[in-house]
């Protein structure tokens, strides 16, 4: 078994990143700039925007946090989207999810100029993405993408089934695998919470990528021998031995999965870390006009 480590892929990546943007910078770039909009107070979000926050910092792109109550109107949302669209500064945003109920996330993530849908959320990016041209690839899926390609694992011809239709990962990473380029001609098999014989079609896989959002669901009876094993979960179970009274879980029981695997992503530590490389590689590309 080899650990695919998002630690040490993700570093990297990023070291490349700061790299290429001191050199655009040198070359007469703008320094590329990335906002995020927060609404509410959730915890896992409020982490999740301050690691793309200090990202940003780490590898020289400008950043800016607007955050709003969440009692926030879905007008007052569209007119702080259409400002950030409109700001010649600003190369791309995101609003991260989820949003308070009142407001429609489809609405909102449609009011975001493609061109700066650094999240890849955009039905115009979901399209391009699906019709093969060049768009701005989600964040975890381009995390995914990125670990197989470093790690060299093949996967022409192999049967690849993703549990989860999320639209932000299970969907865009089935379309993914089964393009006609590498990493991809995966067979793909796409199953959610009305599958029947999940285990059985899990047992099928050679690679096998949980995201389903259900802590250590995917238990050793579910794994092929050899499989390569994508755990996509980041749940917060409540453990008070923790100071911050719970502990990160993935959607697959390490500890039981992993004798058994070729490759596996650790939880914490695998595909969560890699997940804001893509959105500096998207920022990066926005701010370069590279895809618009
Ligand atoms: N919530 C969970 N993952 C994401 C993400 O990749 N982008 C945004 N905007 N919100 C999220």
Known sequence: MQLLDGKLISSQIKSEIKAEV?????????????????????????????????????????????????????ESLLDAVESLNNDPDVDGFIVQLPLPKHISENTIMEAVNPAKDVDGFHPVNVGKMCKGLPSYISATPFGIIEMLIRAGIETSGKHCVVIGRSQIVGLPMS???????????????????KTHNLKEICQTADILIAALGRPEFVTADYVKEGAVVIDVGISRVADASKKSGFAIKGDVNFNDVAPKTSYITPVPGGVGLMTICGLLTNTFKAAKKEIY
């Open 22 to 74: 001191e050199k655009w910078i040198a070359d007469g770039g703008k320094k590329p700039h990335l906002a995020a909009v927060l609404v509410g107070q959730d915890g896992a979000s409020e982490t999740y925007v301050a690691s793309k926050i200090r990202s940003c910092e780490e590898i020289g792109f400008t950043s800016t946090l607007l955050r709003f109550g969440p009692e926030i109107s879905e």
């Open 175 to 193: 379309i993914l695998m089964q393009r006609n380029e590498y990493p991809g001609n995966c067979t793909v098999t796409i199953t959610h919470s």
